[in-house]
C-alpha cells in the first residue's frame, strides 16, 4: 500500500455513506494507491474508526467486490484483486453517471466557472490528477 | 491523631491533587469533557481553570481544617469518625461540583462537531500485546496452582481459609478473565482518532499500554492469589513467608512508571506530539452531548465500545452499546460471585 491512505465521510453530504466511503475507495484503486493483493482494514476496524454501522463499510466493500476490485473473504478482511480483464460496458450505468456529470457540469457553470475550465478540470480528473 | 485520621487528610489531599491535575491529562482541545479550540485552552481557558483549581484546593483546605478541629483524643465514639468522613466525602463532591460548574462555562465555547471523519485504510495491530500466549499466562499459574493444591488437599489443616480450598483460585481465574475481555474488547473495538502520522503513533502506542496494563493487572491477580493458596500448604507456606515483596515491588514499581508515564503524555498519548504534528486532529470524534455530565458516554449510534474517557486518563465503556452493558453485568455480578467464593 502506497503512503498512508484515508477513507473520509461527510455526515452532511447527500450521497449515502456506503457510497462515499465506496468511492474513496474506487478512487485509490483507479489511481494505483490500493494495488491488487493490499488488505483493506477488517469492516468492523473501518466503521469503528468512521463512528458508522458495520453494515455500512460491509456495504461498500459489496459494491466494489461485486465491481470486481476486491476479494471478501470471511475473517480475512478484502483484499485488492488484480482487475485486469475489460468488464462489458454497463450502458446504463454509464448514462446514468454521464446524466450526473452534466448536471454538475450545468451547477459549475452557473457558479461562474467556463467551458474551458472546467474541460480543464475534468480533464485532469480523467487523467488520475487531483483538483 | 489516629491512623483513620491521617488516611482521612491523604484522602482529602489526593482528591484535591487528582481534581487538579485533570484538566491537564485531557486532550489539548478538550477542557472539562467539552471540545474546544486549542486557543481557547491557552487563552481564556486558561483562567477558568486557575478558577476551578483554587475552588478545588479552597475546598480541600476547608475539609483539612474541619478534620483538625473535629479531631479529638478523647473521642471515642463512632460519632467522630462519622462527622470525619462525611467531611471527606463532601470535599470530594465539592471538587466534583467545582468540575461541573467550570464545564458550564466552557461549553459556551463548544465547537460543534465536525461533519467529516477520516479513517486510516491502514490496519492496525489489534492483537494482545506479546501474544495469545503471554495473556494465557495469568491461567497458566493459576491452573498450577490449583494442581499443586490439589497434590497437598489432605495436608492442609482445616481452617476458615480451606471452606472451599480452590475458592482463591476461581476468583482469580474470573477475574483474569474479565481482565483480558477488557483488554481484548479495548484493542478490537475502540476508534483510531487520528487516521495516520505521529499523532496516530502516539494514540495507538497510548492504547496499547492501557492494554498492556490490563493484562498485567491479570498477572499481579493471578500471581498474589497463588501465593495467598500456595501460603496455606505446610512446608510451602514457610518458604514464601517474608518474600511477597519479590512480587509486589516490580509490580509497583511498574504500576508506578507506567502512571507517570500517563501523566506525562496526557489523553491519547497527544501531549508528547509536536503541536504542528497534532493539527489535524480535532477532539476525540465523539460528540459533547453523548457526554452525560462530561463523565459517561452514552451513544447507541456509536459502534465504538470504548471511547477514550474525558474526565481523567484512559478509557470508559459506551453505556449505550449492548456489548459493553454485558461487561458492565459482569464486574456487578463478579462482587458477589468473589463473596460466596472468598467467605
Given at each position: 500500500?502506497?503512503g498512508?491512505?484515508r477513507?473520509?465521510l461527510?455526515?452532511?453530504?447527500p450521497v449515502?455513506a456506503?457510497?462515499?466511503i465506496?468511492?474513496?475507495?474506487?478512487?485509490?484503486?483507479?489511481?494505483g494507491?490500493l494495488?491488487?493483493?493490499?488488505l483493506?482494514?477488517?469492516?468492523?476496524?473501518?466503521a469503528?474508526d468512521?463512528?458508522v454501522?458495520f453494515?455500512?463499510?460491509a456495504?461498500?466493500?459489496?459494491?466494489?467486490a461485486?465491481?470486481?476490485?476486491?476479494?471478501?473473504k470471511?475473517?480475512?478482511?478484502?483484499?485488492?484483486?488484480?482487475?485486469?480483464?475489460?468488464?462489458?460496458?454497463?450502458?446504463r450505468?454509464?448514462d446514468?453517471?454521464?446524466?450526473?456529470?452534466?448536471?454538475?457540469?450545468?451547477?459549475?457553470?452557473?457558479?461562474?466557472?467556463s467551458?474551458?475550465?472546467?474541460?480543464?478540470?475534468?480533464?485532469r480528473l480523467a487523467?488520475?490528477?487531483s483538483l | 491523631?489516629?491512623?483513620?485520621?491521617?488516611?482521612?487528610?491523604?484522602?482529602v489531599?489526593?482528591n484535591?491533587?487528582l481534581?487538579?491535575?485533570?484538566p491537564?491529562?485531557?486532550?489539548?482541545?478538550?477542557?472539562?469533557?467539552?471540545?474546544v479550540?486549542?486557543?481557547?485552552?491557552?487563552?481564556?481557558?486558561?483562567?477558568?481553570?486557575?478558577r476551578?483549581?483554587?475552588?478545588?484546593w479552597?475546598?480541600?483546605?476547608a475539609?483539612?481544617?474541619?478534620?483538625?478541629?473535629l479531631?479529638?483524643?478523647q473521642d471515642?465514639?463512632?460519632?467522630?469518625?462519622?462527622?470525619?468522613?462525611g467531611?471527606m466525602?463532601?470535599?470530594i463532591?465539592?471538587a466534583?461540583?467545582?468540575?461541573?460548574?467550570?464545564?458550564?462555562?466552557?461549553?459556551?465555547?463548544?465547537?460543534?462537531p465536525?461533519d467529516?471523519?477520516?479513517a486510516?485504510?491502514?490496519?492496525?495491530?489489534?492483537s494482545?500485546?506479546?501474544?495469545?500466549?503471554?495473556?494465557?499466562?495469568?491461567?497458566?499459574?493459576?491452573l498450577?496452582t490449583?494442581?499443586?493444591?490439589?497434590a497437598?488437599?489432605?495436608?492442609?489443616?482445616?481452617?476458615?481459609?480451606t471452606?472451599?480450598?480452590?475458592?482463591?483460585?476461581v476468583?482469580?481465574?474470573?477475574?483474569?478473565?474479565?481482565m483480558?475481555?477488557?483488554?481484548?474488547?479495548?484493542?478490537?473495538?475502540?476508534?483510531?482518532?487520528?487516521?495516520?502520522?505521529?499523532?496516530a503513533?502516539?494514540?495507538?502506542?497510548?492504547?496499547r499500554?492501557?492494554?498492556?496494563?490490563?493484562?498485567?493487572?491479570?498477572?499481579?491477580?493471578?500471581?498474589?492469589?497463588?501465593?495467598?493458596?500456595v501460603?496455606?500448604?505446610?512446608?510451602?507456606?514457610?518458604t514464601?513467608?517474608?518474600?511477597?515483596?519479590?512480587?509486589?515491588?516490580?509490580?509497583?514499581?511498574?504500576?508506578?512508571?507506567?502512571?507517570?508515564?500517563?501523566?506525562r503524555?496526557?489523553?491519547g498519548?497527544?501531549?508528547?506530539?509536536?503541536?504542528?504534528?497534532?493539527?489535524?486532529?480535532?477532539?476525540?470524534?465523539?460528540?459533547d452531548?453523548a457526554?452525560?455530565?462530561?463523565?459517561?458516554?452514552?451513544?447507541?449510534?456509536?459502534p465504538a465500545?470504548?471511547?477514550?474517557n474525558?474526565?481523567?486518563l484512559?478509557?470508559?465503556?459506551?453505556?449505550?452499546n449492548?456489548?459493553?452493558?454485558?461487561?458492565?453485568?459482569?464486574?456487578?455480578?463478579?462482587?458477589?460471585?468473589a463473596?460466596?467464593?472468598?467467605f
Open positions: 500500500m502506497a498512508t491512505l477513507v473520509s461527510n455526515l452532511e453530504s449515502p456506503y457510497r462515499q465506496a468511492d474513496d475507495l474506487r478512487r485509490h484503486l483507479v489511481d494507491q494495488k491488487p493483493g493490499d483493506l482494514p477488517p469492516i468492523r476496524q473501518l469503528l468512521l463512528g454501522h453494515n455500512t463499510v456495504l461498500a466493500y459489496r459494491l466494489l461485486d465491481e470486481g476490485w476486491l476479494e471478501l470471511r475473517r480475512r478482511g478484502a483484499t485488492v484483486i488484480a482487475r485486469n480483464a475489460p468488464r462489458a460496458v454497463d450502458r450505468q454509464v446514468g453517471l454521464l446524466r450526473q456529470l452534466s448536471q454538475i457540469a450545468a451547477q459549475l457553470r452557473s457558479a461562474g466557472m467551458s474551458r475550465q472546467i474541460s480543464a478540470a475534468l480533464r487523467e488520475g490528477g | 491523631m489516629t491512623s483513620g485520621f491521617w488516611a482521612l487528610m491523604l484522602v489531599t489526593a484535591a491533587l481534581f487538579h491535575l485533570i491537564r491529562l485531557s486532550r489539548p482541545d478538550i477542557l472539562f469533557g467539552v471540545t479550540s486549542e486557543a481557547y485552552v491557552a487563552g481564556v481557558g486558561r483562567t477558568l481553570v486557575s476551578y483549581r483554587m475552588t478545588v479552597a475546598g480541600a483546605a475539609a483539612l481544617a474541619i478534620l483538625l478541629l479531631q479529638s483524643p471515642d465514639s463512632g460519632r467522630g469518625a462519622m462527622l470525619m468522613t467531611v466525602t463532601g470535599s463532591v465539592f466534583h461540583v467545582a468540575w461541573q460548574l467550570a464545564r458550564q462555562k466552557a461549553r459556551a465555547h463548544a465547537l460543534p465536525s467529516v471523519r477520516v486510516s485504510l491502514v490496519t492496525r495491530d489489534t494482545l500485546p506479546g501474544g495469545a500466549l503471554f495473556a494465557a499466562g495469568p491461567f497458566a499459574i493459576l498450577a490449583a494442581l499443586l493444591r490439589y497437598y488437599l489432605d495436608e492442609v489443616p482445616d481452617g476458615p481459609d471452606a472451599n480450598p480452590f475458592g482463591q483460585l476468583f482469580g481465574a474470573v477475574f483474569v478473565a474479565m483480558l475481555t477488557m483488554a481484548v474488547t479495548l484493542a478490537r473495538r475502540s476508534r483510531q482518532i487520528a487516521a495516520d502520522g505521529p499523532a503513533s502516539a494514540e495507538q502506542r497510548f492504547r499500554v492501557n492494554i498492556l496494563g490490563l493484562v498485567l493487572a491479570a498477572y499481579a491477580a493471578a500471581i498474589l492469589l497463588s501465593a495467598v493458596t501460603k496455606s500448604i505446610p512446608g510451602f507456606g514457610d514464601l513467608s517474608g518474600r511477597g515483596w519479590f512480587v509486589l515491588v516490580p509490580l509497583m514499581l511498574l504500576n508506578f512508571g507506567v502512571t507517570v508515564w500517563m501523566l503524555v496526557g489523553q498519548g497527544l501531549r508528547a506530539v509536536a503541536p504542528a504534528a497534532r493539527r489535524e486532529v480535532h477532539g476525540d470524534a465523539t460528540p452531548h457526554w452525560i455530565f462530561g463523565m459517561y458516554y452514552v451513544n447507541p449510534r456509536d465500545m470504548w471511547v477514550e474525558r474526565f481523567g484512559g478509557y470508559t465503556l459506551n453505556f449505550g449492548w456489548r459493553a452493558w454485558l461487561l458492565i453485568v459482569a464486574m456487578m455480578l463478579f462482587p458477589m460471585f463473596g460466596r467464593l472468598l
